[in-house]
């Protein structure tokens, strides 16, 4: 499909996976409602998405407040007078073993971000996209799929986020609102450097390793091929694929496999 004149709405759109999303999609000359904390990064990804052919709208938008998220949709319905696509891709990502974890509210801070901030927009727009036939698409992990050392947080909001949007799928599908699941692995952006530690502050470092990370370009491009078709799922890299059915069938291998992708020096 084109989106052509379509209503795109993509949350932390400010920079990574987020931005060249956008970038990618103004080929098709659609309207972007670009939607992250920091308007300044907004607005220079929005003039590079305008000089493609797009027409952008910025929020600044914090999606692990509930308002905020809301009045993103808001503004973009009075901006556009629809919804056709909603890109849930913020999220914050997170290292830390859960030993060496001393305060749990953690886990709670980073399921409203993960989880929250991708459930409250979708059901402010669900109206908008049950209008328009539209789609949802969230951009999950591989640590919604299958478990990673250190990574207790980041899979739990992950695994949550999963159920939430295969469920939704159901019960969408009768009304003809689509759902789409992408499944990134490591892609080469600032996410687990800029992610948290076991104190919830930033990171600083990657606890996983980079070796073979995926392009920002090339994730973007899995996921635009995926909204085109419509796709209910799109697991990234081949290893992510056979670590999917190898859960099945050997578990105690996929447990090696997690291992192995952790940061040699951590």
């Not at 904390?37 to 797009?54: F, K, M, S």
């Not at 929020?59 to 509930?66: M, R």
């Not at 947080?153 to 599908?173: D, I, N, P, S």
Request: aromatic share 4%.
């Amino acid at each position: 499909m084109s989106f052509a004149g379509k209503v795109i709405v993509i949350t932390g759109a400010s920079d990574g996976i987020g931005a060249e999303l956008a970038r990618q999609l103004s080929i098709d000359k659609p309207k972007l409602v670009l939607a992250a904390r920091r308007l300044a990064a907004l607005e220079a990804v929005a003039a590079q998405c305008e000089v493609a052919g797009a027409q952008t709208l910025c929020v600044a938008t914090d999606v692990s407040v509930e308002a905020d998220c809301r009045a993103l949709i808001t503004a973009t319905v009075e901006k556009f007078g629809r919804i056709d696509v909603l890109v849930n891709n913020a999220g914050v990502s997170m290292h830390a073993n859960f030993n060496e974890i001393t305060d749990t509210s953690v886990y709670e801070n980073l399921m409203r971000i993960n989880l929250m901030g991708s459930i409250w927009p979708t059901h402010a727009a669900l109206t908008h996209l049950k209008a328009s036939k539209g789609l949802v698409v969230a951009v999950a992990s591989l640590a919604g799929l299958v478990g990673v050392p250190g990574r207790t947080t980041y899979c739990a909001t992950k695994f949550a986020q999963t159920g939430f949007f295969e469920a939704l799928r159901v019960e969408l599908q009768p009304e003809g609102v689509d759902v789409t699941i992408v499944y990134p692995g490591v892609v080469a952006t600032e996410i687990r450097r800029n992610g948290w530690n076991a104190k919830g502050e930033t990171a600083g470092s990657s606890g996983l390793s980079e070796t073979h990370a995926m392009s920002v370009e090339e994730c973007a491009g899995l996921i635009v091929s995926a909204m085109r078709s419509r796709k209910r799922e799109e697991v990234m890299s081949a290893k992510g694929k056979l670590g999917r059915w190898m859960k099945l069938i050997a578990p105690a291998k996929v447990d090696a496999m997690a291992r192995a992708a952790l940061a040699k020096e951590h």
